[in-house]
């Protein structure tokens, strides 16, 4: 009987070393075992280190048989962001599904960023791994695709929320959108400098507020 995708990507992603009881799975949950592999091994080694081998011994497998489910490292890249994007997505849909005006929507969001970076400290290793390379190839690409849609979700609450006379009118919502992802981008930074993840939430809960005060917006 297949095992259910989330059973299988949590196993990896909560630390585990050593190849999951064989079991025989769909081609969608064996990509995704080969995803969260990538992941598991990202958040203890640089991504320039992460051979399909490296791969394929995390998850027990040959290297043909990973190569069977993505026929190019690069194809197994992609499919890490597709991920990512796709997680992150979900986690700042569901912190905005109850919000009740844009600026509880920018804090929900942000929130929910910085606890997903904290779930998965291998993120921010993948996404600065591919936006320091020189050339634009397809998997920087779809960095940049990810985090231009990112800046424009800030954007459009921004853009509410001076419509609702919640920040300041004269505020450039873009230049604003761009400070908040750098914002997000600087403690995630910082963590990895200080190599200490746990200093994350506690920074950020001290910088959003500084963050919306110098767009307009005023403080209980």
């Known amino acids: 009987m297949p095992m259910p995708t989330k059973i299988v990507i949590n196993y990896y992603l909560q ?3 050593m190849p999951m009881p064989k079991t ?3 081609a969608p949950a064996r ?3 080969i995803v969260a592999a990538v992941l598991a091994l990202a958040a203890e080694h640089s991504p320039d280190a992460i ?5 394929a011994q995390q998850i027990g497998l040959t290297q043909g048989a990973v190569f069977r489910h993505f026929p190019t490292k690069e194809a197994i890249w992609l499919a890490v962001m597709d991920w990512l994007e796709e997680s992150l997505q979900s986690a700042i849909a569901a912190a905005l599904t109850e919000v009740r005006d844009p600026i509880a929507g920018l804090q929900a969001m942000f929130n929910a960023h910085i606890g997903f970076i904290t779930a998965h400290p291998a993120v921010p290793r993948l996404i600065f791994h591919e ?3 020189p ?3 397809a998997i920087k690409q779809r960095v940049c695709g990810l ?4 800046r424009q979700r800030v954007t459009a609450l921004l853009i509410a929320a001076k419509a609702q006379g919640q920040v300041d009118p004269a505020l450039d919502d873009s230049a604003a959108a761009t400070l908040f992802l750098g914002m997000v981008q600087g403690l995630v930074m910082q963590t990895l400098l200080a190599g ?3 200093t994350l939430q506690p920074t950020a809960s001290r910088l959003l507020p500084l963050y919306l005060r110098g767009i307009g917006v005023r403080q209980p």
């Open 15 to 17: 630390g585990a070393t």
């Open 24 to 26: 025989r799975l769909s």
């Open 31 to 33: 990509q995704l075992e």
């Open 51 to 55: 051979t399909t081998q490296a791969i």
């Open 131 to 133: 936006l320091q390379k």
């Open 135 to 137: 050339a634009a190839g």
């Open 147 to 150: 985090l231009e849609r990112y």
């Open 196 to 198: 200490d993840p746990h």
